[in-house]
């Protein structure tokens, strides 16, 4: 029997880092959501391990034991031929081979959070709104976000995870401030907000387009909050209305036909 998984795109709407452990791993305080678009798997069990990956990021993603995917079917002692559709720009700050891991994790009913696998494992597997803490160990639910229409955007350039955090000029920064409660949409938005993503400063530095990315976005009609998610390139728009998010990415899109431009519901 074939099994499919869903692996959407991860956002960080904020991502503060708030300290760090003796082993160099960086304490955070982040909200994480979840788009309604993502990479797809399919699992056949068999007795030997198979990996095929397809689709547009196909290029450059390993078939191998070198998969987070591969490692996720060796955590969960499953074996079998996977294929992967790869739809999202990888080593760009919405998930990646984490989701592409917590999917399958989860498809399994793994015991194992897969925190070993990545620090954003554990988040993804919730696949719903989530408040992650500690290195990513900590998962609590959030309910009650009001509906977010985003826009997704990627220059189409990797900006490696560690060299990010390595440039943050404070490890100990203010977590974020309480959530207000009801969330309506208005009171969400200033929340959000006056929250930050601590890691956009340091790639920004290294990567100049990431500006330009925030810019376009920020130029845009019915655009509210605009921030990088994990520690980049991509970054999200949110915008008031779903055409709204629609014109603004085709906009953006005409502007700039070699970035990676998509309109997406998160929750
Ligand atoms: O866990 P993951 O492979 O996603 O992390 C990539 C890199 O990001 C780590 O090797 C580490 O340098 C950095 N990182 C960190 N603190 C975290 C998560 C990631 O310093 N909580």
Known sequence: MTIEAFAPAKINLTLHVTGQRADGYHLLDSLVVFADIGDRLWCAPGPDMRLTVTGPFADGVPQDARNLVWQAAELAQWTGHIRLEKNLPHGAGIGGGSSDAAALLQALGAADSGLSLGADVPVCRAGSAA???????????????????????????????????????????????????????????????????????????????????????????????????????????????????????????????DWWVRACALS
Do not use: Y
């Not at 560690?162 to 207000?180: E, G």
């Not at 909050?225 to 915008?239: K, N, Q």
């Open 131 to 257: 408040r992650m803490g500690g290195v990513g160990e900590e998962v609590t639910p959030i309910t009650g976000l009001p509906s977010l229409h985003a826009v997704l955007v990627n220059p189409g350039l990797h900006v490696p995870t560690p060299r990010v955090f390595a440039a943050l000029d404070s490890k100990h920064n203010a977590p974020m401030t309480d959530m207000p409660t009801p969330m309506t949409p208005v009171a969400f938005d200033g929340w959000l907000r006056a929250q930050r993503n601590d890691l956009e400063p340091p790639a920004q530095a290294q990567q100049q387009v990431i500006v330009d990315v925030l810019n376009a976005l920020r130029m845009r009609d019915g655009v509210g909050v605009a921030r990088m998610s994990g520690s980049g390139a991509t970054c999200f728009g949110l915008f008031d209305s779903r055409d709204m998010a629609e014109r603004g990415a085709r906009d953006i899109e005409g502007a700039h036909p």
